[in-house]
Structure formats: C-alpha cells, structure tokens
C-alpha cells in the first residue's frame, strides 16, 4: 500500500514520518527513547487495511532533525505538532514500551485531541512504572555472560564514552529476552540508536513519573493497556495505572506475547483496535 511522507517543523528542526491507508486516523508512537520508528512497520502493515496510520521519527535519529530538548513536555508537544500538521484534530493514538508512556502525558495533558488510546506493553505511570523489575526480568532471562557484556556497555555509556555502535549491541545481547522463548526470538533488526536521546529523555522520565499518576485520575478518553503475559515488562505497569485512570481504562492481557505483542500474537493489536474504535 502507497504511503505518503510528511515532515512537520518544530522548535530545532523538522519533525519527519509517513502516512498510509484510509479511515479513522490512527497515530503510532514507537518506543526507545532514541530507537528508530521502522521496528514497528509490520504493525503499521496490520492496522493500514481500513484505518489511516502515521507515524514518525522522534527527536534525535533521521530522517527527523529536530534535536535537544529531548525532555517529556518538549515531545508531547511533537505529539501535537504531527496531529496539527496532518489536520487531526482528533486520533486514535497508539504507542509502544515508552511510546506508550508518552501516550500518558499526551493524555494527561492534551485528553482533548485523542479519540481513543491504547499503550502497548507500557511502562507505566505509577511508581516507577515497573522499570525495577523490567531490568531485573531481562537479566534473569539473558546469559550471565551477556548481561555482564551489557553492563560494561552501558557503564562505558554512563562514563561519557559510550558509542552508538555500543547502545545497539548492548540492544541486541537482552533482545532474545524480550520474547516468551528467548531461544526462538525473531532476528535482531537493523537499528540504530541515539545516545542522547536515550538519556535525556530518561532524565526527564524519572523527573517527570512522581506526578503523572494523580494527572491521570479520572480522565474519559477510552485507554485500552494491551500488556504481554510473558513480557519482561510486568503486567502490573498496565494494570495499575488502569486503576489510577479509572472507570475509562481497561486491560487487556495477551497470553503467549511478549514485548514486541504483534510479532508473536499477529493480528491481536489490530482486533483490540477494532473492538476500541467500535466502542
């Protein structure tokens, strides 16, 4: 199916993504922070058969140029500059790991331009939003071996002299853990990854997490949480910030998925889509 790309300018430069299909809008945003959009082309490729998809690069990686700031409030204004410049003025938005939890500030500070939301295996916007135990999950599911190659790759990170080249590889030594089998985990895709947007935006993160829970009580817009039962991300980062929401969110548990829910429960996310869209 022919997509169309679009770039949108924002503070420091152009915000750049593509949009594909025909029906209700249906705006995607991808998790990381600092990973490339295309990890979520075949989900695109699901949902674009009756529902208009977009999504687009976040701040730090090409084609977008936009860069620094890489603080939350900076990228859920992105999230309304992009429904702006495809004249949303309303959208169904769904968004990935932190695609998701930035899906929660959108809402809890913009409720007024998302028709309906579902977070895919989220973390969270409660306490720590599960964050703790995600790490802790990934390492009990990845070879000692590997995890102390990851961490040396992410201390050298820390210490200022990390590479690109170190963040993908650190990505790919716990990718077989993101899935309920490890050892029949699909192959590493190509990607890439911003250093700086990773840890800048993670700063704001955890700056930003104490308050979002009591921002989020009692909002109407329909939030579906579509956690995997067998993801490193624990279910609890779904379900507990369904209840702080209230009566308008609820969870939807996929057995037999993982992080990445649509590579091994294929077409689930575009049937919570159509059942969300419907009610």
Do not use: N
Not at 69 to 77: R, S
Not at 176 to 186: G, H, L, R, W
Not at 225 to 241: E, I, K, N, R, Y
């Amino acid at each position: 199916m022919h997509s169309e790309s679009f770039e949108i300018g924002v503070d420091g430069g152009f915000l750049r993504g593509s949009v594909v299909g025909r029906g209700d809008a249906v705006l995607m945003l991808h998790g990381g922070p600092g990973l490339p959009w295309t990890y979520l082309q075949s989900l695109v490729d699901e949902i674009c058969d009756g529902y208009q998809v977009a999504v687009y690069q976040q701040r730090g990686l090409p084609p977008t140029t936009a860069g620094a700031p890489f603080d939350v409030p900076t990228q859920v204004e992105d999230v309304v500059a992009v429904l702006d410049g495809l004249g949303w003025d309303r959208a169904v938005v769904i968004g990935h790991s932190w695609g998701g939890h930035l899906l929660l500030h959108l809402l809890a500070s913009h409720p007024e331009r998302v028709a309906a939301a579902m977070a895919v295996d989220p973390l969270g916007g409660v306490g720590d939003g599960g964050e703790a135990l995600f790490e802790a999950e990934l390492s009990r599911r990845t070879p000692p071996e590997s995890v102390e190659r990851a961490r040396q790759l992410d201390q050298r990170a820390m210490d200022g002299h990390g590479t690109e080249a170190d963040a993908v590889e650190s990505l790919r030594l716990y990718w077989p853990a993101y899935f309920v089998d490890p050892a029949a985990a699909p192959p590493f895709p190509d990607m890439r990854l911003s250093l700086e947007a990773y840890s800048a935006t993670f700063e704001s993160l955890h700056a930003e997490l104490p308050g979002l829970a009591g921002r989020l009580v009692g909002l109407t817009v329909p939030t579906l949480f579509l956690p995997g039962s067998s993801s490193p991300m624990p279910v609890s980062a779904s379900t507990d910030t369904a209840q702080a929401i209230g009566p308008a969110a609820a969870v939807q548990v996929l057995d037999g998925a993982g992080h990445f829910v649509w590579l091994e429960r294929p077409g689930a996310v575009r049937a919570a889509l159509d059942h969300l869209v419907k009610d």
